[in-house]
């Protein structure tokens, strides 16, 4: 084995050290690559001369040709390549150079990644992934995308009724539609577009820009129905351009990384004060009307933030606090069904104004990116979407079966088709991960 590719040093293993950047807004792009690990960046690479294909990353390794990168974990990677995410374009017939006797570790030479004038083209399944496991993430990607029809169909009556009675002059219909409701779900799908820019999911970033902006053109009706109040509807407006702008930069590595974390600061504080005034306001009037739950976790969202970026948490610490404000988009769109099988339960005959194929739409929409969820690992994604299938989707029309609004060959057809498709899901992911090598 060549001395470049051999077990290294403790001198010379390379270290994720913080990487400085300019203060400047759009941040220089060519003085690194990524190194993807299990779908998560793990390191930004000096890339001298520089690369045509570079990502951003708040870290950085200044390696030498002669260093090895040693990535542990409980599976073998399934990517260290220029793109995020696999099938990895980067790595030829060089499987793992070697193995470390430590269970999962693997050694990876990044030289001729670095400093070879170009990067080898792919020969072989990346780390060994199977065909089988490339075919099913290109498909799994496509249902994600496919996602976007039943959310797009979901919204679109709302927004055409809207713009009749408009039209019509009867502003008074859309006084009917909650716009803090609407304003909470606006909140949830900026929150979640956030979490899946940074993960360059590219189909679930596309399914939460369009639940964004379709929220927004409904608030924008609300407002010009004067069923909003004007302060608030600009304030939002502000809020929802700075997001998309954001996110659009910060998915194609243009963003300064000081911005970024402004505005996940930001996302994570509105999340979590928003979360507990809305979980308690379900059960008014069994609880008194309140805005102490809202209030209270404000301040101790205001205070982790504070903790987190002046460096009083630990390192899992600082970790938690990153992930907050996804959990709780998660958790804000998981209490919907909550809220509405509470208000099936409270009020059963509201029951009738509830349309099953919008339930239908509900569930084939979320249920769609379960296999994505799933094959990534993505514990977080995966949960929110099982819920609102299960619960949202197909909860609301179990109702309507029970309470015999909707046939009973209606209810056994979605019965079977959702078994089918979860059913489906798991084999096929089983298959996957369990190293079928073609």
Avoid at 3 to 17: C, D, G, N
Avoid at 31 to 43: E, K, M, Q
Avoid at 123 to 130: I, K, L
Avoid at 403 to 431: C, M
Wanted: with cysteine.
């Amino acid at each position: 084995m060549p001395a470049s590719l051999a077990t290294p040093s403790p001198a010379t293993t390379a270290s994720v050290v913080p990487h400085r950047r300019s203060r400047s807004l759009l941040a220089p792009r060519r003085s690194s690559i990524a190194v993807w690990l299990d779908h998560h960046r793990v390191a930004s690479l000096p890339s001298r001369p520089p690369s045509s294909v570079l990502f951003r990353s708040s870290t950085t390794a200044p390696l030498h040709s002669t260093t090895t990168l040693v990535l542990f974990g409980s599976r073998s990677p399934c990517c260290v390549c220029l793109r995020s995410r696999p099938p990895c374009p980067i790595l030829s017939g060089a499987t793992p150079l070697a193995r470390s006797p430590i269970s999962g570790a693997i050694q990876v030479s990044l030289y001729s990644l670095l400093y070879q004038g170009q990067a080898p083209t792919l020969r072989t399944s990346c780390f060994g992934r199977s065909q089988s496991y490339q075919q099913w993430d290109s498909l799994t990607s496509k249902f994600s995308a496919a996602a976007n029809i039943p959310f797009l169909l979901l919204q679109m009556p709302q927004i055409i009724l809207n713009a009749r009675n408009l039209l019509s002059g009867n502003k008074t219909a859309l006084s009917a539609i909650p716009w803090l409701g609407m304003l909470t779900s606006l909140l949830g799908n900026l929150s979640l577009l956030s979490y899946f820019a940074k993960k360059r999911e590219k189909e679930a970033v596309v399914v939460q820009t369009l639940g964004v902006v379709s929220t927004y053109v409904v608030l924008v009706q609300l407002a010009l129905a004067e069923a909003m109040p004007l302060p608030y509807f600009l304030a939002t407006s502000v809020v929802v351009m700075s997001g998309l702008v954001l996110n659009f930069l910060n998915y194609f590595g243009l963003l300064n990384d000081g911005v970024w974390r402004f505005w996940e600061d930001f996302i994570t504080i509105g999340g979590l004060s928003v979360l507990p005034q809305i979980m308690w306001s379900t059960f008014v009037p069994y609880l008194p009307n309140s805005i102490l739950p809202g209030a209270t976790a404000f301040v101790i969202a205001i205070l982790a933030v504070t903790l987190a970026r002046t460096g009083k948490l630990s390192e899992k610490g600082v970790k938690f606090v990153g992930g907050i404000s996804g959990w709780t988009a998660t958790l804000l769109f998981m209490w919907m069904p909550v809220s509405q099988l509470w208000t099936n339960y409270l009020n059963p005959e509201n029951m009738k104004g509830l349309s099953a194929f919008s339930m239908l739409l509900a569930m084939l929409g979320n249920g769609l990116m379960l296999p994505r969820a799933l094959l990534i690992r993505d514990f977080m994604w995966f949960t929110g979407s099982a819920w609102a299938t299960l619960f949202y989707g197909y909860g609301n029309i179990a109702c309507l079966y029970f309470l015999k609004i909707i046939s009973k060959e209606f209810f056994l057809s979605a019965t079977a088709g959702l078994v089918s498709w979860i059913g489906t899901t798991f084999w096929i992911d089983r298959l996957v991960h369990g190293g079928f090598h073609t």
